[in-house]
């Protein structure tokens, strides 16, 4: 799939409402795909991607179709390479350096963090989950690299989430042990998190 110029995402409350604009989205304008479906907490989401013209026209209709159904929205004219990979599945191997974990209310503000912090500072962007099992509806985010960039990134994140009145949660874990990291690397959903042997005492 080639890569499309812009994105938007948008949460709705309840899935009939969910299901009813994002038919609206597609009929609005010729986007270049789609990916929908319901999250956890009973909430439907949908990603398109497409020319900006065409992503901003279909997101202004489902908004208007929706109304009070849409929980939180998000266009990226421009998205980070990184970001628009994460958001289509990707996954990067965690490295060495300083880790960072944000965790918000919602889908669009943990993208919007992930665009800040990519865009702002040299980070990596190990992980982005997008309120799958297990999250009852939050977004979360993971971020590595030299702790003085780390700072700057949850720095630049909370800024804007305090601007924009988000509810945002997070922590720096400097330097994090090596059975954490690789855990993190792996994914943070428990159900497919691999058992690691340790030099324990088991006596």
């Given at each position: 799939m080639k890569k499309a110029p812009a994105l938007a995402v948008i949460e709705f409350r309840d899935i009939p409402a969910g299901i009813d604009a994002t038919d609206?989205?597609?009929?609005?304008?010729?986007?270049?795909?789609?990916k929908s479906g319901t999250i956890t907490r009973g909430r439907f989401l949908t990603l398109i991607g497409g020319s900006t013209a065409a992503v901003e026209e279909s997101l202004r209709e489902a908004r208007l179709r929706a109304g009070d159904d849409v929980i939180d929205h998000l266009l990226l004219a421009d998205v980070h390479p990184r970001v628009y990979d994460a958001i289509l599945?990707?996954?990067?191997?965690?490295?060495?350096?300083?880790?960072?974990?944000?965790?918000?209310?919602?889908?669009a503000a943990s993208?919007?963090?992930?665009?800040?912090a990519l865009k702002g500072t040299p980070v990596e962007l190990v992980e982005l989950r997008?309120?799958?099992?297990?999250?009852?509806?939050?977004?979360l985010s993971?971020?590595?690299?030299?702790?003085?960039?780390i700072e700057a990134a949850v720095d630049i994140v909370l800024g804007y989430m305090r601007d924009a009145?988000?509810?945002?949660?997070?922590?720096?874990?400097?330097?994090?042990?090596?059975?954490?990291?690789?855990?993190?690397?792996s994914g943070t959903s428990?159900?497919?998190a691999a058992l690691l042997d340790l030099d324990g005492e088991i006596v």
């Open positions: 609206a989205m597609l009929k609005k304008a010729p986007i270049a795909f789609v599945g990707g996954r990067r191997a965690a490295g060495t350096g300083a880790i960072a974990v944000i965790e918000t209310d919602t889908v993208v919007r963090a992930a665009e800040l997008l309120a799958d099992s297990g999250l009852s509806g939050k977004g993971i971020y590595q690299g030299d702790l003085p960039d009145g988000g509810d945002v949660r997070h922590t720096i874990i400097s330097s994090p042990h090596d059975a954490l990291a690789r855990q993190l690397g428990f159900a497919s």
